[in-house]
């Protein structure tokens, strides 16, 4: 009798090992690796099967994946939205498949109804934080800023122009005089610099460059240091993220501020889905996750060293 309450036990306990769909965006950027990385941990440690899908950044790779979710039945569907618009019609899919689906990292259009909850930080914060940053660190000298945008017509992108335009309203001696996406990757970060530094008098007219995450930020200070100038002191660096490279940039006096953004994500996900697979628990529909400037007085090395292997 014993023998086989136990069995029957474990059964249930497998019948309720929940499978879960990831459409993950890529693997542009190292705070997108870490996202990875940390999502498949937690699911591994929670005994979720992960069906995970790497969309090489490519919107209708994403929506092929969530509609293959849907066929295969999954318990949910996690969603790292490459760009905000054209959501609607899967997400309804989903709804009418009754998948929930949680948000990792990036916000969509969609009317909120159309999914569970979304795991994220304030991105217009993030901005807001590092303009605040730069018009501390520079006063009232004259600063001509330029801009590496994110991937275009992705939240993070438009959120964190608009908190750095916030951050610096009303310091009009610190004026964003070229911006341009850099998709979030190191290469075309460096090759956006090298047309701003060309575009800006060799970038001996550039006070600052302000990248929406630091991996188009340390492309950035390769060109500028192939440029012939310091970055971190002819041109001040200030970006989002908080990844590795960054903390070991600001180690060398090349990079002068990061917004942390965390990479896990997927924690705050399985615990919203595990209440909901309970008994139905509906969670806020946004769960914040929070942001901390961090500079050269923070330890960058230590910082450098407590990330390192994080899967970044
Ligand atoms: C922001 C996240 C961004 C990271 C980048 O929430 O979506 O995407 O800041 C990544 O590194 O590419």
Redesign the pocket.
Same mark, same amino acid.
């Given at each position: 009798l014993l023998a086989s309450t136990v069995a029957m036990t474990f059964i249930g306990l497998a019948a309720q090992a929940q499978t879960v769909g990831f459409s993950q965006i890529g693997s542009? $950027?190292g705070?997108?690796a870490a996202e990875t990385t940390l999502t498949k941990q937690q699911a591994e440690e929670r005994g979720i099967d992960l069906k995970f899908s790497d969309a090489q950044q490519k919107q209708e790779n994403q929506i092929a994946a969530i509609r293959s979710f849907i066929a295969q039945g999954v318990d949910a569907i996690l969603l790292?939205p490459v760009v905000a618009t054209g959501w609607d019609s899967v997400l309804e899919e989903a709804k009418e498949a009754e998948i929930p689906v949680v948000l990792l990292?990036?916000r969509v259009d969609s009317s909120d109804d159309l999914y569970l909850t979304a795991v994220? $930080?304030d !991105?217009v914060h993030e901005g807001k934080v590092a303009g605040e940053w730069l018009v501390n660190e520079v006063g009232d000298a004259e600063c001509r800023v330029v801009e590496l945008q994110?991937t275009t017509g $992705?939240s993070?992108a438009i959120d964190r122009k608009t908190g750095f335009e916030e951050g610096i309203a009303g310091h009009d001696n610190i004026e964003i005089v070229r911006s341009q996406t850099g998709d979030?990757t190191r290469a075309q970060g460096k090759e956006v610099m090298e047309s701003f530094l060309q575009a800006e008098n060799g970038g001996k007219d550039i006070c600052a460059l302000y990248a929406?995450?630091d991996?188009m930020a340390v492309g950035a200070i390769q060109a500028i240091k192939e440029a012939g100038l310091k970055p971190g002191e002819d041109i001040l660096i200030v970006s989002?993220?908080a990844v590795p490279d960054i903390f070991k940039a600001m180690a060398d006096g090349e990079a002068n501020a990061t917004v942390e !953004?965390t990479p896990n994500m997927a924690g705050p996900a399985f615990d919203a889905l595990d209440a909901y697979w309970k008994d139905g628990t509906m969670p806020e529909k946004f769960i914040q996750t929070e942001s901390k400037l961090y500079t050269p007085e923070d330890d960058p090395a230590g910082e450098y060293e407590s990330r390192k292997d994080l899967g970044y």
């Amino acid at each position: 009798l014993l023998a086989s309450t136990v069995a029957m036990t474990f059964i249930g306990l497998a019948a309720q090992a929940q499978t879960v769909g990831f459409s993950q965006i890529g693997s542009e $950027s190292g705070w997108r690796a870490a996202e990875t990385t940390l999502t498949k941990q937690q699911a591994e440690e929670r005994g979720i099967d992960l069906k995970f899908s790497d969309a090489q950044q490519k919107q209708e790779n994403q929506i092929a994946a969530i509609r293959s979710f849907i066929a295969q039945g999954v318990d949910a569907i996690l969603l790292a939205p490459v760009v905000a618009t054209g959501w609607d019609s899967v997400l309804e899919e989903a709804k009418e498949a009754e998948i929930p689906v949680v948000l990792l990292d990036r916000r969509v259009d969609s009317s909120d109804d159309l999914y569970l909850t979304a795991v994220g $930080s304030d !991105l217009v914060h993030e901005g807001k934080v590092a303009g605040e940053w730069l018009v501390n660190e520079v006063g009232d000298a004259e600063c001509r800023v330029v801009e590496l945008q994110g991937t275009t017509g $992705s939240s993070p992108a438009i959120d964190r122009k608009t908190g750095f335009e916030e951050g610096i309203a009303g310091h009009d001696n610190i004026e964003i005089v070229r911006s341009q996406t850099g998709d979030f990757t190191r290469a075309q970060g460096k090759e956006v610099m090298e047309s701003f530094l060309q575009a800006e008098n060799g970038g001996k007219d550039i006070c600052a460059l302000y990248a929406h995450n630091d991996d188009m930020a340390v492309g950035a200070i390769q060109a500028i240091k192939e440029a012939g100038l310091k970055p971190g002191e002819d041109i001040l660096i200030v970006s989002i993220d908080a990844v590795p490279d960054i903390f070991k940039a600001m180690a060398d006096g090349e990079a002068n501020a990061t917004v942390e !953004l965390t990479p896990n994500m997927a924690g705050p996900a399985f615990d919203a889905l595990d209440a909901y697979w309970k008994d139905g628990t509906m969670p806020e529909k946004f769960i914040q996750t929070e942001s901390k400037l961090y500079t050269p007085e923070d330890d960058p090395a230590g910082e450098y060293e407590s990330r390192k292997d994080l899967g970044y």
